[in-house]
């Protein structure tokens, strides 16, 4: 989440109450952990039972991206705030255990996202998602053109054995999905476990810092740029071609946030729009669920799978976290008293098993789907709780069953609790991180 530039809705919530030396968060892979941006540097926590685990403070500039590889000791930077530590066209893989940058990845564009698997880097730029192996000449693996992607959407499956990468297509509204794994294979020393890099400390050259650093061609380093290749010092670097690619017909308008589900078997989308999130099967393209969030537009600030991939958490600029069941069980539905109240937003709308064992909200007129406007065939969520301060968030399944922990632009993580069976959510814990 990137709480440095805010992205304008008419309507959406002003930045009163945000924490000014936070420019990122994130979690890791698995939501264990979390990790900050600041203007001064980076910080480490683990999610829950909340605690800070690590803090690093640089005396010459701020980090605007971090992306954490598990709970290993690597990460990477893109520098940010009023002063970057780094260019924002570039990508510093940091080893915590030395303490210093052991490779760089120099483009010609700035970076907006930046996805860790264990040997695998992907970097989303404007109008490209760019893919690049990790050791110690890092390789320009691929590059595939995007609509405008100003946000730097992408997601890529939790699983180190899973390498499913979703990102905008080139029609708006389009998702491409790819295997990582059908790319060319690394050399043996990569196909290690999770954590054991082929990097070498000697591979990074002094960094000066800020923005203006000079862009020197430090051993290990590499400038990627598009399909033609690299430049600079990958000149061994040829392009890899995956073979298993999907295009997603997904929305109308422009593809405003994306999650795979853990084992990389699931995508889940939304739209500029923000009302609908639909899930897709990754390798058939097929529609699998469309989850009504309301009817009024809204910001999707994230959307997290459960680990299990039987439930769905989506944040907004509503100041809401909604919650859905995908293991909905039409038997179960059926021996079930049946509710009529509404869900939010739906204006009226009478609803059957309104959060009953945690199934989604439907309306009670869905079986007239074929004769009815869509909005009577949704499902809306079968529970969702309200954040303190209506700022940007971001969400994912904590480490126990039926829990949801939340990280806020305003420099707080909260952590909320639900009743699978009634619905009702309680919020057990309110941390400041910063």
């Not at 949801?404 to 069976?421: H, M, N, R």
């Amino acid at each position: 989440m990137n709480v440095g530039r805010i992205v304008p809705r008419v309507g959406a919530g002003t930045q009163e109450g945000y924490a000014p030396e936070l420019l990122y968060a994130t979690f890791n892979q698995d939501y264990g952990c979390f990790a900050i941006g600041t203007q001064t540097g980076f910080r480490i926590f683990n999610s829950d039972p909340y605690k800070e685990k690590m803090r690093r403070e640089f005396k010459d500039g701020g980090i605007g991206i971090v992306a954490m590889l598990y709970r290993s000791n690597y990460l990477a930077f893109v520098g940010g705030g009023r002063n970057p530590r780094f260019p924002p066209n570039q990508v510093m893989l940091w080893d915590d255990a030395s303490s210093k940058i052991v490779a760089e990845l120099e483009f010609r564009s700035d970076v907006l996202n930046v996805q860790l698997q264990r040997d695998r880097i992907v970097v989303a730029q404007r109008n490209k998602c760019i893919i690049c192996s990790i050791e110690t000449k890092p390789r320009h693996l691929h590059a595939f053109e995007t609509a405008d992607n100003d946000r730097g959407v992408m997601a890529i499956s939790s699983s180190s054995e899973s390498g499913i990468l979703a990102f905008p297509g080139r029609q708006k509204g389009h998702i491409q999905v790819v295997d990582l794994h059908s790319c060319v294979n690394l050399s043996p020393g990569l196909q290690d476990a999770v954590g054991t890099l082929v990097v070498h400390p000697e591979a990074a050259a002094s960094h000066k810092t800020g923005a203006s650093t000079q862009r020197s061609r430090a051993r290990g380093s590499f400038s990627a740029e598009g399909p033609n290749g690299a430049q600079g010092s990958a000149q061994s670097s040829a392009s890899a071609h995956p073979t298993n690619i999907n295009i997603i017909a997904a929305h109308a308008t422009a593809i405003s946030a994306l999650a795979v589900s853990f084992d990389g078997a699931m995508v889940a989308s939304a739209s500029e729009k923000g009302t609908l999130i639909r899930i897709f099967d990754t390798l058939s393209g097929r529609l699998l669920h469309e989850l009504r969030r309301g009817v009024d537009r809204a910001d999707i600030y994230s959307i997290a799978f459960s680990p299990d991939g039987t439930k769905l958490c989506v944040s907004s600029d509503k100041g809401t976290v909604h919650i859905f069941n995908l293991e909905f069980n039409q038997n179960a539905r059926q021996q079930m008293p049946s509710s009529i109240a509404p869900p939010p937003g739906s204006h009226g709308a009478a609803v059957a098993g309104g959060g009953n064992g945690g199934t989604n909200k439907q309306s009670m007129f869905k079986f007239m789907k074929d004769l009815l406007p869509k909005y009577f065939s949704s499902e809306w969520s079968f529970t969702h709780f309200r954040i303190a301060n209506e700022v940007r968030c971001i969400c994912g399944f904590g480490p126990e069953r039926n829990s949801v922990i939340v990280l806020c632009a305003d420099g707080t993580a909260q952590k909320y609790s639900f009743d699978s069976y009634r619905g009702n959510c309680v919020r057990e814990w309110y941390r400041r991180f910063i």
